[in-house]
Nanobody, 126 residues
């Protein structure tokens, strides 16, 4: 059974940092891409960053470029999202997803066929 699970959410003050992790199980990730998304209350789900499992090529949304960094550990089937200079508007539920596809995208619509985690809450206090 294919699963992805996010860890590392919580409460952080504005200006602080937080690292999320996402571990995938039940699949061979060689031909997969994995990505991070978030959804704030009353807003649509937003794609943040994507990484190819083969080669580790990355893509970022403009909204987080320069503040968030995605990475992977192939030995642990895990990706990470290092979030720096956090702002109250970064408060959201953060989701991880895996998709069988060789090319990264942060366009949420193309991830309908992906495997999604249940999401974790990140709250940034002002």
């Amino acid at each position: 059974q294919v699963q992805v699970e996010e860890l590392g959410g919580g409460l952080v003050q504005a200006g602080g940092s937080l690292t999320l992790s996402c571990t995938a199980s039940g699949l061979n990730l060689d031909d997969y891409v994995m990505a991070w998304f978030r959804q704030a209350p009353g807003k649509e789900r937003e794609g943040l960053s994507c990484i190819t499992w083969y080669g580790g090529h990355t893509t970022y949304a403009d909204s987080v470029k320069g503040r968030f960094t995605i990475s992977r550990d192939v030995t642990k089937n895990t990706i990470y999202l290092q979030m720096n200079s956090l702002k109250p508007e970064d408060t959201a539920i953060y989701y991880c997803a895996a998709r069988y596809w060789p090319i990264c995208s942060v366009v949420t619509g193309v991830w309908r066929s992906g495997t999604w985690g249940q999401g974790i809450q990140v709250t940034v206090s002002s």
